[in-house]
């Protein structure tokens, strides 16, 4: 049974640049919910999507912004990108009504 | 708003030598507290969810608990193979909330 996966593993990128992450979610899972962590600090809550809408959102500029296929499958975009967007970006998938939340092995984004 | 504080910071034992790492929070209607394990890198692995005060939950060395404002990670007698950040996060149902509020972790090394 696979887990959660996400891709790429590692990015590297240059300030004002675009970015697309995805995520596959865990077999039988619906929701998928996008963290932002930054080094030594906890995870950030970006968004969540659910029947591919955006469910709820974080404290994250417009900038960041997401889409969920049929098919559960996720993708977060990051335009313009500033130095400070330079993170460890995590998937999490979960079934909808059940709030336990799986991660992924996350994508390291470096913006130079 | 939702906050999570786990202390100590960072936690250094010998093998064998058992302790707690707290978790401390605020939260308006707790739907659920989780702890999760995050080797250096790589995604939080899930380890326990816990929704109300009293309830305990063990996995091999570690037993997780729940009060009204705190939850506690028991790790007893443990190995070197245990060293790792471990997280705590809330997620609350005030305002239809969905995303998890994390803490900074405790970064746990057991020396042998």
């Known amino acids: 049974d696979a887990g959660v996966t996400q891709s790429p593993t590692h990015l590297i990128k240059t300030r004002g640049q675009q970015v697309t992450l995805r995520c596959s979610p865990k077999?039988?899972?619906?929701?998928v919910s996008w963290y932002q962590q930054a080094l030594g600090q906890g995870p950030q809550f970006i968004f969540q999507y659910y029947e591919e809408e955006e469910r709820q959102r974080g404290n994250f500029p417009d900038r960041f912004s997401g889409h969920q296929f049929p098919n559960y499958s996720s993708e977060l975009n990051v335009n313009a990108l500033l130095l400070g967007d330079s993170a460890l970006y995590l998937c999490?998938?979960?079934?909808?009504?059940?709030?336990?939340?799986?991660f992924g092995p996350g994508t390291r984004l470096l913006v130079l | 708003e939702d906050q999570v504080t786990q202390s100590p910071e960072a936690l250094r034992l010998q093998e064998g030598e058992s302790s707690s790492l707290n978790c401390s929070y605020t939260v308006s209607g707790l739907r659920g507290l989780f702890w999760y394990r995050q080797d250096p890198g790589k995604g939080p692995e899930f380890l326990f969810t816990l929704y109300s005060a009293g309830e305990e939950k063990e996995k091999e060395r570690l037993k997780a608990t729940l009060t009204k404002k705190e939850s506690f990670l028991h790790i007893t007698a443990p190995k070197p193979e245990d060293s790792a950040t471990y997280l705590c996060a809330v997620q609350g149902s005030g305002g239809g909330a969905d995303g998890l509020t994390f803490g900074k972790g405790t970064h746990l090394i057991i020396q042998p």
């Open positions: 999490a998938s979960s079934s909808s009504g059940v709030e336990t939340q799986y």
């Open positions: 077999s039988g899972h619906d929701t």
